[in-house]
Structures are given as C-alpha cells and as structure tokens.
C-alpha cells in the first residue's frame, strides 16, 4: 500500500511539473549553451528551475530506482555520452539505451524508461563509485508515449 501511495505521489509531482510549463534542455555534454524553460506562468527560467528542484528534493530516488521508475541497466546503447565536471544535464528519450561514460573511463548503460517527463540526478542511477558530478538527467516523451 505505502509503495502505491509513493508511486501515485510521484506520478502526482510529475503531472504538476509537466502541467504548469514547457521543458526544453540543451545536451551541454553534446556542446549545448543553455537550459531554457517556458513557463506559461510568466517564471523567469532560473525561478522554474529553483521550483523544479525543491519539488523533486520530496522525492525518494532510491526507492524509485528500486521500482524502476527511472528505467533499469541495460547491456546494448545506441549512443554514448560523455560527461564531465562542467556537465549540467544531459537529455534521453523515452525507451532509449545510453552509455553514460564520465572522465575518469567510468561507464555504465542505461535503459530509459520512465512513466512520463522527468528530471533526476544522475547519481541517482549511477553505479557505486560512478562520478556522476551535479549532472541531472532529462527524459522526454513523444506525446505518443505518453502512460505507456
């Protein structure tokens, strides 16, 4: 029951984050300049992105990775990003596998597969021992996707 109530709980958070704005993000690991958000609710960028951060600090990201809410490790990527300590955010599509693979020749795979639009950490999903710096993930959904 209690792990129902989470899920719904971060089912809740992500519809009212995916309601009150538009999220567009730059890959800064792929030479992007800038994150940019468009609310609708006239926020500056920086006062959304301060909102979006104290919301998801509620969020238990270890009992959601356990779930699979983020996805789960995969064994075969399609592409392979590498990050740093200047890495700010990288972006993944829905169901999409990806190396992530830091300075230091760390690396692990990840299947992308969450219940819509969502920002993380990355350390959240990094292995132990993976240097995952301040780097936040970013998955989009096609609307197609959207619930499935």
Do not use: C
């Not at 940019?36 to 919301?55: D, F, K, P």
């Not at 969020?59 to 990775?65: C, E, L, S, T």
């Not at 392979?80 to 993944?92: F, S």
């Not at 992308?112 to 920002?119: E, L, S, V």
């Amino acid at each position: 029951m209690k792990a129902n109530l989470i899920r719904i709980s971060l089912i809740a958070l992500v519809s009212a984050i995916g309601s009150t704005g538009v999220f567009a993000h730059e890959n800064y690991s792929e030479g992007g300049s800038s994150l940019w958000v468009t609310q609708n609710s006239g926020e500056t960028g920086n006062q959304a992105i301060q909102r979006t951060a104290m919301l998801v600090k509620v969020a238990d990201y270890g009992q959601a990775v356990k779930r699979g809410d983020f996805g789960q490790v995969a064994s075969s990527a399609g592409r392979t990003l590498k990050i740093d300590a200047a890495t700010k955010g990288i972006n993944a599509a829905h169901r999409e596998s990806i190396r992530i693979e830091n300075d230091k020749g760390q690396s692990f795979v990840w299947r992308f597969d969450t219940y819509g639009p969502i920002a993380f950490p990355l350390k959240a999903i990094a292995p132990a021992g993976f240097d995952a710096g301040s780097t936040w993930v970013y998955v989009n959904h096609p609307s197609d996707h959207i619930g499935s």
